[in-house]
Each structure stands twice: as structure tokens, then as C-alpha cells.
């Protein structure tokens, strides 16, 4: 039988991440053509310098008030736009300090710069799961980032369509269909992990690896 699992999640894996433009060719526009003004480059500047603030004064907290904190600083400090708009392109992962630089972003761009912020915290990644749903009140496909405070707990969901941490049985506006996190990828009726598709793996790595170089990620002590 695992044989036949095997490729129905692939399968099903392929269509889900085809739905949601996760093959398509990023081509990000030309920086010329985005030069900063003065005064955003000077709120970009802001942006960022908070957000270190944030990082660097969260030792006392608990992971619930982590959460808290980055998840309305985030919703409050990032505007939503596409990613046409925000770089020229169909689809784009953008880092944590890229979207906080520009402070726009797209729903993919809040959850992921949530991520990488709790992890920077402290919140041990195995926990927090980048999760794709279905946005049932917009028809669309939506992403949030979902903390597991146990392995036997229901996620508690961080969103920007909605700005309160809600258990997910109080989201019925949100249908799940898959997670992910450094760990692995996960479908939404099994909590058991599938094997990661070799093109959303190494996206997955280049989005990691552009965020240790600009900062928004920490390097591993070994590392």
C-alpha cells in the first residue's frame, strides 16, 4: 500500500503547488526602476530598525506573547500589495528584510516574515508551520503561519486577514490544504510528513539561503 500513498501525495503535491504559482519563473524587476526616495528610504530604515528591536527584546517572553508581538507587528508595519506590484513579478517568496525594507507584501510574505521572526526568537521551528488554505469568504488561495504549542494541540493561526490569534477551529473562513516548515511538508488530513517535490525543496532552500545572507535568518551555532 505505501507504494500507491506515495504517489497519490505526489501527485497530489504537483497539482496543489501548480495552483498556487509555486513553479512559476520569478523574474524580479530591474532595481533601477524602484530607486527609494528619501522618505521611504528613511521609514524603510525604520522598519527594519524596529523589527531588530523587536528580535533583540524578546528573551523574557513567553511564546505566546511572542507570537502576539510579532504577529501585530508585522500586520501593522507591512501593507498588502501583489507581487506584481512589489517586484515585477508573477511570484515571489521575498525575505523577511526585503519586505520589511519595502513594507509591502503579499500573504505569503507576512506568514514568512512571521516565521523567520519566531524563529529568531526562540520558537522552536518544528512548531510553526507555513500553512497554504483556501480563503473561503475571498475564493483564493491564502497563506498563514500556524503555531503547534504541542504535538497534540490544535494550531493556533497568525493571519493578516484576520489580526487576532485564533485557535483553527475558530477559522471556518479558512480551509487548509497543506503545511510546510524546514522540516518537511505536510497535507492538511494527515499529520504524518510526505516527501518534499525536488522543485518546491530547492525553492524552499533559496528563499532560506537569500534570508541568512540579508540578515532576516540566524546561522546555526555549528553552522
Known amino acids: 500500500m505505501q507504494p500507491c500513498v506515495n504517489r497519490y501525495t505526489h501527485r497530489l503535491l504537483r497539482s496543489l503547488l501548480a495552483s498556487c504559482w509555486l513553479f512559476s519563473p520569478v523574474l524580479v524587476a530591474d532595481a533601477t526602476a524602484r530607486q527609494p526616495s528619501a522618505l521611504s528610504a528613511a521609514l524603510s530604515d525604520a522598519r527594519i530598525a524596529s523589527w531588530q528591536t523587536l528580535l533583540d527584546n524578546s528573551a523574557g517572553d513567553d511564546e505566546r506573547a511572542k507570537l502576539e508581538r510579532v504577529n501585530h507587528f508585522i500586520n501593522r508595519s507591512v501593507s498588502f500589495v501583489s507581487d506584481q506590484q512589489a517586484w515585477g513579478a508573477d511570484d515571489y517568496w521575498a525575505t523577511p528584510a526585503q519586505t520589511l525594507s519595502l513594507g509591502k507584501g503579499d500573504c505569503e510574505d507576512f506568514a514568512i516574515a512571521k516565521y523567520f521572526s519566531l ?14 488554505v483556501k480563503a473561503l469568504k475571498q475564493n483564493q488561495a491564502h497563506m498563514v503561519l500556524a503555531y503547534y504549542p504541542s504535538a497534540s494541540e490544535q494550531p493556533l493561526i497568525l493571519d493578516n486577514l484576520d489580526p487576532r490569534i485564533r485557535p483553527a477551529s475558530e477559522r471556518n473562513d479558512l480551509l487548509p490544504v497543506y503545511s510546510f516548515n524546514s522540516h518537511g511538508v505536510f497535507l492538511a488530513k494527515s499529520p504524518q510528513r510526505v516527501s518534499q517535490p525536488p522543485a518546491f525543496l530547492a525553492r524552499w532552500n533559496e528563499l532560506s539561503e537569500r534570508a541568512l545572507a540579508d540578515g532576516s535568518a540566524a546561522r546555526s551555532p555549528q553552522s
Not at 526568537?121 to 518544528?126: D, F, K, N, R
Open 119 to 132: 524563529v529568531r526568537m526562540g520558537v522552536p521551528s518544528e512548531k510553526l508551520r507555513l500553512t497554504f
